[in-house]
């Protein structure tokens, strides 16, 4: 089966660091993403890893170990407009994404 | 370059009835995926369009019907609808069908409330 877990809530300080988890089983794989998701509005792509190590961009770092099936978005220097919900997906090698439930995140002053 | 955009942006129905939902992806893609998004959950993959076929299906029973247009534009038509049909409803764009390794640049949703 296809099965993506995420904490669904996690609550930060401004300032702050925080790492959000995500560990997958699928059919197969061939890239695992990070989106940002503001309520009412539309996934924005956050990051992108197709082979193990981490990926830096910013204030945003996403890791991938394709062995453990485990992947996380780490946050730095937390702002409070990063209160949003965050979605692990994975490519099951069929162009399609499978999404986990998503992580939302309250960044409090 | 043109992004994804979706329409209507919000609507509203009831049992029984139909809807149609429509996309024009990003300027140069040749696929459209679309998903259901439910209050507090994920995006679940309901079917993508590759050169207007479909082209992979997720788990929707058949009332969840698709169309692509030779401009790559899409449809998403949903009959008798039921109250659990409410969601935000996303299209994404991306290049190359099964073979796409990029990310689904995504429209602002379609928000359908069942009554």
């Known amino acids: 089966g296809q099965n993506i877990d995420q904490p669904t809530e996690m609550t930060a300080t401004e300032g702050a660091i925080v790492q959000i988890n995500c560990t997958y089983q699928t059919s197969g794989f061939n890239g695992l993403f990070w989106y940002q998701q503001h309520a009412g509005e539309a996934p924005t792509f956050l990051s992108y890893n197709v082979l193990d190590g981490l990926e830096e961009k910013g204030r945003f770092s996403s890791f991938l170990s394709r062995s453990k099936g485990y992947s996380y978005l780490l946050l730095k220097e937390l702002q409070m407009k990063d209160s949003a919900s965050y979605l692990c997906a994975v490519n099951d090698n069929t162009g399609k994404l499978i999404f986990g439930q998503g992580t939302t995140l309250q960044v409090k002053p | 370059e043109t992004g994804v955009t979706q329409s209507p942006t919000h609507l509203i129905k009831t049992r029984g009835q139909q809807v149609t939902l429509r996309c024009s992806s990003q300027?140069?893609?040749?696929?459209v995926s679309w998903y259901q998004q439910a209050l507090g959950q994920g995006p679940q993959f309901i079917f993508q369009?590759?050169?207007?076929?479909?082209?992979g299906r997720g788990n929707f029973p058949p009332r969840f019907s698709g169309l692509q247009f030779p401009n790559y534009s899409s449809e998403l038509n949903v009959n008798a609808l039921e109250l659990d049909d409410s969601a935000l409803y996303l299209c994404a764009s991306s290049l190359g069908g099964q073979l796409n390794t990029g990310e689904l640049f995504f429209g602002e949703g379609s928000r359908l409330t069942v009554l």
């Open positions: 300027s140069g893609h040749n696929t």
């Open positions: 369009y590759y050169r207007e076929e479909e082209n």
